[in-house]
């Protein structure tokens, strides 16, 4: 593999190199195909700008998320006309937000740097580990570190506008329906309406969150579209729902010092690696966070109106998914967090003929991210089959508008995508849960490499001794090929993304094995690990050095 990694290396100093990667081959071979390694630019010859009038177009996209934002710029860097609307419709309890989309403005941003003021929390406790002496007491600002959040995102809201003026897009801050497969009628906030021509449609709206179809919900319930900008303390707080964006916020609400719940139906991070899932649900149960299993809310009633920064009384009541035992109790804050539509109903794209999924209302797509109307696309979380993560929208949207302007042949990778759970320990992945890999290839063809272990910046403090954990799924038939990483560590998102590559060039065990490790961090664990489950030995980890 190392040897490959140079030849590729040595052409992309003179010329572009094409990949052909067979993910069921644990070799790599360089051939004139579709995924173009280098994508430099100094002897690109831009497409001139096709002749248009005000309110004709080579390209709309209609949603400022990041796949929109990716496409659009990149198409106008190729020399076509290129206008992007984008309008954010408020959130039943008001709260709106400025150009970038879900992740710089209630997603990831936010909850990354929430996550951090959580981690710092515990960062100060292990302080006084390592000889740092300050009061014992210390407590936390949530209004202000909601100000510096918001006042961060919306210099980010101003960076993008500057980058679409700089780059040639029109944006308008208007909300688009389809009226034709190439005319699109746009509202801006006044009501004032006008029409658009383009030659090509790219679909980028994103979604919302779900509310369940329950008393009091959408009145006196919030979302991720919400808890970034709570304009008072949140309190006691009930998070409903077993995804990521439920786990990661009740982790940065416990650890900024907020009792927290958790109410969930069935199982943690459906889709995920289920031994993973269960262990992030344990240690937030060990640091604070309370889990209720097995129950779903039935009602949110108000007892006492929220006021001068101060959250409101809410009464919930839920039954038991599988009985008839009813509960209550009273919470300040209540985040439902129950899954995600589309943003497909309000763009009319029957007038256009768009085909959508009649379960989830997404838009069809092929692998080239086309419709089945020839000149309409579709990237991002609104497309059908798609991992909603904002990369892969980005990724999306730029190679489109290569396939579309540069004559480029490239398709996006929509298996291969690592990804991060941020909870207070944190969880990422790329390729199968062990589940998926014994259902693809059958038990006895998958041995699962693993080992818990301490982060050594946790052994002064004495905490999470051996709760960290790491995971190889590997192809016996294939030469032991990896087809699933699992890591249970601080970091994992830069632990995940580093060994992302070795995947796409069908990296083998004894490729890991070879790897001379990082001394000390957690990330070398992923190549020292030898207890494989079926051995049935105790994969605890002890010492560091040999």
Same mark, same amino acid.
């Given at each position: ?25 644990? %070799?790599?071979?360089?051939? @004139? ?42 198409? !106008? ?13 408020? %959130? ?25 003021? @959580? ?191 101060? !959250? ?24 439902? @967090? ?54 892969? @929208? ?139 489950? %079926? ?12």
């Amino acid at each position: 593999m190392l040897q490959s990694l140079r030849s590729l290396r040595s052409c992309c100093s003179t010329s572009s190199v094409l990949l052909n990667f067979n993910p069921s081959s644990s %070799s790599t071979k360089t051939t @004139a195909t579709n995924t173009q390694l280098n994508y430099t630019t100094t002897n690109t010859t831009m497409a001139p700008i096709t002749p248009k009038g005000p309110n004709e177009y080579d390209f709309i996209v209609v949603g400022g998320g990041s796949g929109g934002l990716a496409a659009s710029k990149e198409a !106008a860097r190729l020399g076509k006309k290129v206008a992007l609307f984008d309008y954010v419709k408020p %959130s039943p309890k008001g709260t709106t937000w400025g150009i970038g989309g879900t992740c710089v403005n209630v997603g990831c941003i936010p909850k990354k740097l929430m996550h951090q003021g @959580a981690l710092l929390g515990q960062a100060l406790e292990d302080a006084r580990h390592f000889g740092w002496e300050f009061p014992e007491e210390k407590s936390h600002n949530w209004g202000f570190m909601v100000q510096v959040i918001s006042d961060y995102i919306k210099s980010l809201n101003w960076g993008y506008r500057v980058a679409l003026r700089d780059s040639g897009v029109a944006y308008l801050n208007e909300f688009a329906e389809f009226i034709d497969k190439n005319t699109i009628k746009t509202f801006d906030k006044k009501g004032t309406e006008k029409t658009y021509v383009a030659d090509t449609i790219l679909i980028a709206v994103g979604g919302r969150p779900k509310y369940p179809n329950i008393p009091g919900a959408r009145e006196f319930g919030v979302t991720s579209d919400d808890i970034f900008t709570l304009p008072y303390h949140p309190g006691k707080t009930l998070c409903i729902g077993a995804s990521y964006i439920a786990l990661e916020t009740a982790g940065f609400l416990a650890g900024t010092g907020i009792e927290t719940t958790v109410m969930v139906r069935s199982i943690l991070l459906r889709g995920f690696d289920n031994q993973l899932a269960e262990m992030v649900g344990e240690h937030m149960q060990e640091h604070g966070v309370r889990f209720l299993r097995g129950w779903v809310p039935t009602s949110v009633k108000l007892i006492e109106e929220g006021k001068d920064g101060i !959250a409101p009384r809410l009464l919930v009541t839920a039954k038991q998914s599988d009985g008839d035992q009813t509960w209550e109790e009273e919470f300040n804050t209540v985040v439902f @967090a129950i899954g995600r539509d589309p943003c497909t109903p309000d763009l009319k794209l029957e007038n256009a003929g768009v085909q959508l999924s009649p379960t989830t209302g997404k838009v069809i797509t092929d692998d080239a991210d086309k419709t089945n109307v020839g000149n309409i696309y579709c990237v991002g979380d609104t497309a059908e089959n798609r991992p909603e993560l904002t990369p892969v @929208a980005i990724l999306a949207g730029r190679l489109l508008a290569r396939r579309l302007y540069a004559g480029r042949k490239t398709l996006t990778d929509y298996d291969l995508v690592p990804t991060t759970v941020f909870t207070p320990m944190e969880y990422g992945c790329i390729g199968l849960s062990e589940e998926k890999a014994i259902a693809k290839y059958g038990k006895d063809n998958i041995e699962v490499y693993h080992s818990h272990f301490q982060a050594l910046e946790h052994a002064l403090p004495k905490r999470d001794q051996n709760r960290c954990y790491a995971k190889l799924l590997c192809v016996k038939s294939e030469k032991e090929r990896v087809v699933g990483l699992h890591y249970f560590g601080p970091n994992a998102g830069e632990v995940t993304q580093g060994f992302t590559m070795g995947f796409k060039f069908g990296a083998t065990k004894e490729d890991f094995d070879e790897l001379i490790g990082v001394h000390p961090t957690t990330a070398r664990n992923m190549t020292e690990l030898e207890i494989t489950k %079926s051995s049935g030995a105790n994969p605890m980890k002890k010492g560091c050095c040999g």
